[in-house]
């Protein structure tokens, strides 16, 4: 067998292994420990095991992942967002599936101060599905919503995949962040207009408000709204006046989180150690997912994988159209087992001379392929986003339920995608104008 | 034999460029294949054990980042601010690296020794250009200085920043856009490879040039796994150590040419360059040289390494040494590849180097 | 049997209450280093080194055994959830075998880094303040052996035919 056979057998396994329900850390982890003793020998494959789990761990990066966790935990368990979803409920009781729709437009919100798309799904997750699912809104649809709204995470800045491709690509981080708004918002747009087709559809998966609302009620109702505008408020105000960097920003969330809860007077010794409990679950059970994809990167850079898709587009030759479709083929492909970033680095020595040859705005394509990265943070079967709002929500719903309410916003994605490729002014607008 | 080389940087550093000509050097002139993996195998934190493990066979190593496992190298690395002061020359860069090469080459065992604990074999240094300010506000004055936050990636640049009166603030390499970006350090202390290098052009609006001073040094270019070296064949090996002179060479070179070409371009970025005054200079200066007192104190007691005086005062000569020697080779890395041949790797004995 | 079930529930709420305090300290600490810089210009020391080096490792792998115990190891349950309990119960036996294989080589290798970064007094330097980072590697090995002893202890059960702690493992729909 050739290396990239080995590579492409490594996957077979690796589907065999996960469709076997064994976890996916370990069928990660085992997979890229086997396929790279195989492709390089023992010395590596021990080597890896060795190098990859603990650097990855420990990454001053990653921290806003857990604190961003305790922030969404600690602002449940305190009831901090009980207020602001009720306000919610009865401000968009006449739009079909309004607390979905109030949740992607939070993770909007929110992706103006977190970097990375888990962090957003991750601070949303536990604030927004068991609200949701309080107003007996279908399971699949509360958690697919929350899943997909994390992506707008990495659209709308900052964004950490952004920054990165910037370097890669050098070009100026600022016009892929201004490009990345247009895509942002429309992601968000669509993410809302398949809520609402949902709801209409099957009004039993957001059942509608029936009791009558006057404006009194709709009024008296934002003074519970306090803690969170309170929360946000220091969040935003400190990211924007400089004294924090959006690495930080989980932390500075979570103490705010904390102080408010304190002053409310619902922060609880029980309430205080379920969110910190809940916190190190979910945080294991990820990390040791990323860790795995961070072998498997390294295992399929070994394999020469990335080499040969990346050089079969750029045989399909100069038509500009075959050679974006080929393209895309891939990141989805890519998307389905890797992680963002080793999808990125696998792929963009390659093809981004490809592109600049074929004439492509290199920020243009850098804000598509975030669209196209993100898509893979969706899909089955290693979706990171999936696998963030498992591990809030727990036994209520599982992982083949959420993929389920995902594949609605995915058919929202592929539209956003053909429009981010026919009409590359809603990437290039903002960079033009203000770069 | 196929080598997998490791570079942290993607394609289009400085890094990448020198190990990539390393690669094509080794491929033809010898049987051997050499593939480079630019951060797709390992990042910078990973790259020295990943090769002591065996992930890659080669790869560019930045010993500051493990500070106890080269403290040695380190020590020599931390005195880059002598390549600055004194006597200037137009590309400090090629006089400390090749001071920082002869010394762990040919008068520093200890430091061999701790590339070998690494399951390493050292194979040369190449260089940064000099540290300057990139700023978010202009820096013209002393005063200017004052009350400062300053992104500093070494412990000499932070207290440099407190002998200022500034603040020195850690923040990682990744983090340095947004940072800057959103004003949460007011200058970061790196050369000018980096408004490249890191996309940083966007976020600076000021250069203050040659302050704090110092380069980057703390490069081991391609060092390379033990085993790996030690199941070549001689004739391979010496193919690989030429070859290695020439990238330590490069690795000097292309992060200079691209530092002066950045420079070049940041007025037509909107960026404005302010030439320090000559107190500024002369501040900076005299910190150097009360700074040297506080790294031999500091490797002594933190790092547990001997004689840090002696050491200090080698090096010190070296770099002097070097300054006359490479002082017109900013621009020729091929005379600077053949001065590190003359001058110091032809010295080592290759029958034994690397195989005890 | 139950010895080690009992001997394990008290290693894995040990390691939940340091995992806690971790999360605590990385919170205070980042949010205390952000508040000094921005007002008092002044940081605390070695944030980014404590933050890395100890509160995310510890965040990492000490859970590791109680996510064990709560099922909260992600899978994907697509296909088993079609076979029969019993069926799902042989291969949910088996799988913990196979998870316990793997752990049990990430156990032995990183404790051989850890050792070996022991010996070294591998350490930081964070500006001037130097923090050792060594004890930090032992916590890998450590949350990933305490994975393959609960690995191990419901494989036994399976074996046993005894019931598994934290439940079936099987997810309602
Ligand atoms: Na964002
Ligand atoms: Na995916």
Redesign the interface.
Known sequence: MSDVQIGFAGIGILLALIALRVPIGVSLIGVSFFGIWVLVGDRAAWGSLGVIPYSFAASWHLSSVPMFLLMGFLCYHAGLTKGMFDAARMWLSRLPGGLAIATVFGAAGFAAVTGSSVACAAAMGRIAVPEMMRHRYAPSLATGTVAAAGTIGALIPPSILMILYGIIAEVPISQLFLGGVGAGLLTTFGYIAVIVIRAKLNPELAPPLHEEVTFRDKVLALRETWPVFLLMLGVFGGLFSGAFTPSEAGAVGAALATIIAAVKGSLTWASFRDALVETLLTSASLFIIAIGASMLTRFLAFSGAGDYLSDSVSAIGADPLMLLIGISLIYLLLGMFLEPIGAMLLTLPILLPILDTAGFSLIWFGVLLTKFLEIGMITPPIGLNVFVIKGVVGDLASTGLIFRGIAWFLVADLFVVVALIAFPQIILYLPNLLG | QDLKIAVGFPPGSAAFYALDNLAKNIEANSDMKAKVFALSLLNLKETPPGIRDGIADMGFVLPPYYPAEYAETNLAANLSMLATTGEQIESPGTAMGAAMTEYVFLHCPECLTEHKRMNQVYLGTGTSPTYILHCTTPIRTMADLKNKKYRSGAANFGRWAEAVGGTKVSVPGNDIYEAMAQGVVDCGMFSATELTNLQLFDVTKYITTKIPGGVFAGVATNNINRDTWADLTPEQREVIFKASARSNADVTWKYYADAKRNLNDAPDKGIEIIEPTEEMVKFSNDFVESDLKVIAEQFTNDYGVDNAQAKIEKVAELVDKYKKLTKDMADDPEALAQLYWDEIMSKVDLTTYGLD | MSFIDRWLARATNLT?VI??IA??L??????V???G??IL???VPA??TL???Y???V??????A??ER????????????QFSPGVQRH??GW?CL??AV??S??TY??F??AVDKYE?????????T?VPIWP??FL?PL?AGLMVLMLLLRFANYLSGRPQPGGSGT???
């Open positions: 939940t995992g806690a999360v605590v990385m919170m205070v600490h980042i949010t280093d952000v508040v810089k921005f210009f002044l940081p944030t980014i933050v890395s080096n509160y995310m490792v965040v990492a792998f000490l859970p590791l109680l996510a709560r099922n909260s190891h992600i899978s994907v349950e697509v296909l088993t959830e291969i949910h799988t196979y998870s793997i752990f080589l990430l290798r990183s051989l880094d070294l007094g591998s350490f930081i330097m964070e500006q001037s130097k930090g590697h890998l949350g997810v309602a729909e």
